[in-house]
T-cell receptor, first 111, second 111 residues
Framework: SQQGEEDPQALSIQEGENATMNCSYK?????LQWYRQNSGRGLVHLIL?????REKHSGRLRVTLDTSKKSSSLLITASRAADTASYFC???????????FGPGTRLSVLP | DAGVIQSPRHEVTEMGQEVTLRCKPI?????LFWYRQTMMRGLELLIY????????DSGMPEDRFSAKMPNASFSTLKIQPSEPRDSAVYFC?????????FGDGTRLSIL
C-alpha cells in the first residue's frame, strides 16, 4: 500500500524559480525522509525530519512537517537545471524499520 | 568510500530462465533492502535483512523470488523461473541509521 503520496505528480519550472512538492501519509510516523532520483540512477537521500520537528533546512532545501495534517513539503529554492529529477518522500509506516516510498514527483527545471 | 554496488547493470533474458541479481552493501551497514521499481507500481520493498537475517519478506511477489545474504558483504536476489512481468529495475539499498544508500540498480528485461 502507498504510505506517502506526493503532489504534484509532475512539475515544470524555470531555472531560478522555487519548486514545492508535497507529501501526504496515512499512519503515525517517527521519521519522514525525502530522496532524489536522477534518470537511470538510484535514489539519493536528501533530508530526514523527525516527528517532533516542524522544519529543517539543508542548503537550498527546506522541509516542513505537519503531523496533525499528516503532510510534509519539500521546497527547493533558486532551482537549477541539475535539480531535474524525481523526488520521493518515505515514511516509517507505524514506526516500522523499513520505509515506504510514495510514487514521486517528477521535477523538470528548464534553463 | 564505495557505495552500494549492484551487478549486472542490465540483464536481458528469455522467460523461464533463472536470473540472479547481486549486491554488495556499504561496509559497516547492518540493514540491506531489495526494491523493485516499475512505472505502474512505483518503488516496492521486496525484502529486507538485518545483520544478514531476513526480517520481512512480505513484499516478495511469489515463490519464484528468493533472496539470500550469506555474509555482511553480499546478497543475491534470484528469480526462477523468470516471467515477462518481472521486467523492472531492481534496487539494493543498505543502511546503518535511518537513511538508505541505494545502488544504481539492475535493469531487468524478460523477453
Amino acid at each position: 500500500s502507498q504510505q506517502g503520496e506526493e503532489d504534484p505528480q509532475a512539475l515544470s519550472i524555470q531555472e531560478g524559480e522555487n519548486a514545492t512538492m508535497n507529501c501526504s501519509y496515512k499512519t503515525s510516523i517517527n521519521n519522514l525522509q525525502w530522496y532524489r532520483q536522477n534518470s537511470g540512477r538510484g535514489l539519493v537521500h536528501l533530508i530526514l525530519i523527525r516527528s517532533n520537528e516542524r522544519e529543517k533546512h539543508s542548503g537550498r532545501l527546506r522541509v516542513t512537517l505537519d503531523t496533525s495534517k499528516k503532510s510534509s513539503s519539500l521546497l527547493i529554492t533558486a532551482s537549477r537545471a541539475a535539480d531535474t529529477a524525481s523526488y520521493f518522500c518515505a515514511t516509517d509506516e507505524n514506526y516500522g524499520q523499513n520505509f515506504v516510498f510514495g510514487p514521486g514527483t517528477r521535477l523538470s527545471v528548464l534553463p | 568510500d564505495a557505495g552500494v554496488i549492484q551487478s549486472p547493470r542490465h540483464e536481458v533474458t528469455e522467460m523461464g530462465q533463472e536470473v540472479t541479481l547481486r549486491c554488495k552493501p556499504i561496509s559497516g551497514h547492518d540493514y540491506l533492502f531489495w526494491y523493485r521499481q516499475t512505472m505502474m507500481r512505483g518503488l516496492e520493498l521486496l525484502i529486507y535483512f538485518n545483520n544478514n537475517v531476513p526480517i520481512d519478506d512480505s513484499g516478495m511477489p511469489e515463490d519464484r523470488f528468493s533472496a539470500k545474504m550469506p555474509n555482511a558483504s553480499f546478497s543475491t536476489l534470484k528469480i526462477q523461473p523468470s516471467e515477462p512481468r518481472d521486467s523492472a529495475v531492481y534496487f539494493c539499498a543498505s543502511s546503518r541509521g535511518r537513511s538508505q544508500h541505494f545502488g544504481d540498480g539492475t535493469r531487468l528485461s524478460i523477453l
